[in-house]
Every structure is written in structure tokens, then in C-alpha cells.
């Protein structure tokens, strides 16, 4: 960071559209966005300038099918510039922007292009919307057009290829008047029960976010972002697509997840947002290479950690130097300096969020000399509620309140939020608005807290909700209670927090269990319960009864122990819930043995 700095402030701009515009104008032949040419196998520069002649275009497009200020338009992309294209475009027409999983189903789909009533749909490809079209769409009565990024081998009135439907030149454009609490978005998010609810978010909620985030750290106009998490995420959408334009730095697409490694290398970013995920995969192919290295190497990989580790804690005055400190420029030649290469080598900061980052790893990555800066929030809060500032940086914490938002601790510590950023409510649902935000305007987050030094610690959560390490979020009562409706399966809990993927312990009792082993040729001995035969054939009952959930709430591994737990072992309740840290500590051994070798 060269604190070459050109912010744009909310007194230059009341809303994302003016954001784009002005960015545009300050820096119209400077590079944007880089993108790889699959055609041409390479990567390629889009200038600031390029993409409003684009924007121009679909612009001119959307006006032609007659839309008009509050319509809805739903996106189902991958991160391109594509993506910003289309966003922009919209809000010039003061159109409401939906964002989709590419990796979603069709019933979920369905249902989001439904209740929103969107009017044109831009996908990747036709095989996206498939299942969509296979009924005629007969029930998508206000879909006007689906828009596809490839070409079309089948034929449907409403689908059309981009290059078709972009007309050949762009007309004046016309922006439309904008107010700072007009509708942006809608991002559907899932609850703990039920179908998704639409968080309905304004540009000025997501416009101070990202300014309020911004000013945090000295950012520049020399930052390089490589985005590669879903832009259908707020938490990318915000702090990787909105926050870099209002800097004026450029913003790197990454290929995909399966080639992130040679992108870092390739592209060298300065600024990473990422979740636990990335870095889990990371640490645990390092640990993997330790233990075929020899004792003297993996010496030398604690010592750098410990002593970058003590090098942090003294630059956050939280320690005094110490001699071994001296150290410090041989261990980041001989393994730092080696590790953090394979990240780029340029990597200045990394913004972490979307769920707890593993203390372990946290002071690994730190240690090494990366900086990580861990942050806080929810869809309702545009995303960002706090994060760590780099001169007071607790990586065992969620950081300190953005500006513009207050945050206190109600009932049961629960923290609430209040402020600019707290979403208009659920599209649709005043019901579900109420619940989660109260008479005096407090977002209830349902997530358990202490706050010490202006600091905010989350210890927990009210409802029960596993946040896996890439920020999904699932309801577990749910998947048990679908789970359960397969008669082999007592009793089941999921377990996932802060994990890569879910995974389940289940019960079976005794008699079941015999006529199981006997139905597939298995001895009925409970050590059969261990072979990889029996595991495969649970596995797939259980995510026969998951068929209607996100493929993030698939079971990948699973544990189970013949007769039913009981009132006597603790396990569960009078009333027969589940005591799920019970549980946890009673087959700790198993858990970890359910994700060995991930």
C-alpha cells in the first residue's frame, strides 16, 4: 500500500450507480478489471472506460424491453466483468438487482424468480435454467426473457444468447434519479426454517458499508483484489466488487477455486477477502508436505512461527521485544519468505469473514507474516459489521464497529446492531422483519457476544446454525429432522462449525440394524458399521432425504453406533433433544477421525 489514495466519498456520490459514474470519470483509461480469455488463453485488461461503453449497451437493452425503475433482474454468473456490467447497467435504470447461486437448484431458483418477480434473468449457460424451462416456465408468468452468456443448443421462446439480444450500438443513456434509500438488491439468504427470505438492501446501505470498511485501512489506488468468491455473497459483493471501485484499485477475476494457486502466483494481488476455507486448505497442505520433511525442517516451520508470531504481538504493543527476534530476518528467507511466494509474494492484507477463522491458523498465517484481518457480519448488515484495524488487530476477535453502525449486547448477549447498514427488511415478509429487528430499530443477529477494549468476541449463537468455514450457513435441525424421516436412522446429529463440509453422527437400533446387514450381505456385527461398503450405502439414504436442500447441506461423511442414546447416558433431554456439546465431547475422537485426511 502506497497510500496513493483517490476515495470516492458519499459526498461525491449518494448511490452505486453515481459510484460507478465517478470512478469513470476519475480514472477512465485506467485498468479495472483483468479477466483470462479462455479463447485466447490469456489474461486480459478492461479500462474503466471500456466497461461504461459496455454498461452503455445493456443499458440500451434493458430500456428496449420496456423495464422500468423498481423491476427486478436476477443475475446467475460466475465472477467475470460480466457480472459488474450487468449490475451497473441496472442501476442506471434504478433496477433491482437479484443475485443467484450458480450452483443452486432449480427448485431454490424456481422460487427466488418467483417471489421476486424478476423480469429478465442473465445466466451462464442454458444448461443453468433447464429445469426451469422444461414445464414451458408456465409458472414464471412475469420472466420475460432469459438471457444466456453461451450459446443456445435448444430452443425456447424466453432464452436468447447475449450477443442476439445486446443491440449493435448503445443509445444515449439516461440515467434515472436515484435516491440515497431506493432498492439495490435483493439477496436471498436461507433461515433456519422454511423457504429463503429476500434481504432487501438500499445504496446507501451498502454504499456506506463499503466506505465505512474502506476507511478502515489505508487502501490505494495501486491494490490489486483477486475475487474469487461468489459475488452472489455479500460479503464479496461488498468488500471485493464495491469497496475496491470506491479506492479506485483493480480487481483481478480469478479463473476458479481449482486454479486459485496459479492465479495468486499469476496475478500477485495486494488484497485477498476470503474465508476460513482457503486458508484450512492452505495449512493443511503444509502440514502435509511437514510430515515428510525431517525433523530439522519442521524445527525450523515452528520456530518461524513462533518467533513472526512474537514479532506480531510486539508491533500490537501486546508483548516486549525479546532476542530471538533477531532471528526473525533468517527464518523469512529460509521458510516464510518461501510460503507466503505461494501466495503471490505480494500479498499485503487478507480480509477474512463469513465464519471463524481456526486460532490456530489465524497465528500460523500470521506468523508466517501475513497480515489477516478477521471481520464480522450478516447479509442484513450490508455485510460488514466490524473487522480488525492493523494497528489494533486481535485475530482471536471479530474487530471493532465500522463507523455509521452502533452495537450493544441485549437479552441472553445477543448481539445488536443498529446504524446505516441495517437492511430495509425481508422482501415481502413484514413478519420476519419484525422478528429480527425491534420498535427501536436494533437487527437482533442471533449470535451470542462479549465486547472488552471496544473489541467484539462471538461466543456463540441463540439458534442453532452452523456456519461451515466457506460462510455457509445451514440449519441443522432441518437436515436431522429430513434425515430422520428415513426409518433406519434413530436419531442424527449434523456436525459442521467452522468445518469444510457436514457431517453426521447417526443411531440405529439393534433390530434395524440387523435387518439392514442382512438386506446388503454384511455381517451384523457392529464393527461392520466401519467398512466403507456400509458407509457409502448410509451415505447415500441420508442424501436421498437432502435432495431438496443446497449441495452445501450434503452429509460427505458419517459415523454410526448401533442403539439409540438415552435420558441415563446424557446425551439427551427429558424431552429427548439432543444435547449436542455432550455429544460432541462423547465422540470427540470419532469427529476428528471424520475429518482426518481432508
Known sequence: MNNKQDYITPQSASNLSDLFYERVKRSSEVVAYQYFNHEENSWKDLTWHEVSKQVELWHTAFRHEGLV?????AIMMSNCPDWVVFDQAAYSLGLVVVPVYTNDRAENIRYILENAN????????????????????SSLNDLLRIVTHKPIDTYNPKLVQVNQWLPSYAETINRVQLEADD?????????????????????????????SAAIFECFDTDDIFLSFLPLS??????????MPMLIGAKIAYARSIEKLGEDLISIRPTILV??????????????????????????LFKLAVNVGWHRFLVQQKRENWHAKLLLWPVLKKLVAGK????????????????????????????????????????????????TNKLQDNDPFSVGTTLSHLEVKLGNDDELLVKGRTVMLGYWDNESATKDVIDAEGWFHTGDKAKIENNHIYITGRLKEIIVLSNGEKVPPSDIEL?????????????????????????????????????????????????????????????????????????????????????????????????????IHATYEKEIIGLYHGH
Open 69 to 73: 425503475k423498481g423491476d427486478r433482474v
Open 118 to 137: 424478476v423480469k429478465i434473468f442473465f445466466i451462464e449457460e442454458p444448461s443453468h435454467c433447464q429445469k426451469l424451462l422444461n414445464d414451458g416456465g
Open 183 to 211: 432498492l439495490a438488491t435483493i439477496v436471498y439468504t436461507s433461515g433456519t426454517t422454511g423457504r429463503p427470505k429476500g434481504v432487501m438492501l438500499s445504496h446507501d446501505n451498502i454504499f456506506i458499508n463499503a466506505y
Open 233 to 242: 455473497h455479500m460479503f464479496e459483493r461488498t468488500a471485493g466488487y464495491y
Open 274 to 299: 476470503t474465508v476460513p476455507r482457503i486458508f484450512e486448505r492452505v495449512y493443511n497442505k503444509i502440514h502435509d508436505q511437514l510430515s515428510q520433511k525431517s525433523p530439522v525442517v519442521q524445527g
Open 339 to 386: 510460503i507466503l511466494a505461494k501466495l503471490g509474494g505480494h500479498l499485503e492484507l487478507a480480509v477474512s469473514g463469513g465464519a471463524a477463522l481456526s486460532p490456530e491458523i489465524a497465528k500460523t498465517f500470521i506468523g508466517l507474516g501475513l497480515t489477516i484481518s478477521q471481520g464480522y457480519g450478516l447479509t442484513e448488515t450490508s455485510p460488514v459489521v466490524s
Open 482 to 582: 429430513a434425515i430422520g424421516g428415513d426409518s433406519l436412522f434413530e436419531q442424527v446429529i449434523v456436525i459442521g462449525e467452522a468445518k469444510p463440509f457436514l457431517t453426521a453422527i447417526v443411531t440405529i437400533d439393534k433390530e434395524s440394524w440387523q435387518q439392514f446387514a442382512k438386506s446388503i450381505g454384511v455381517d451384523v456385527a457392529e464393527s461392520s458399521l466401519e467398512s466403507d461398503k456400509v458407509k457409502d450405502i448410509l451415505l447415500k439414504r441420508i442424501n436421498q432425504q437432502l435432495f431438496y436442500f443446497p449441495s452445501y447441506a450434503k452429509i460427505i461423511r458419517v459415523h454410526a453406533v448401533i442403539n439409540p442414546w438415552d435420558i441415563a447416558s446424557g446425551l439427551i433431554t427429558p424431552t429427548l433433544k439432543l444435547k449436542r456439546s455432550k
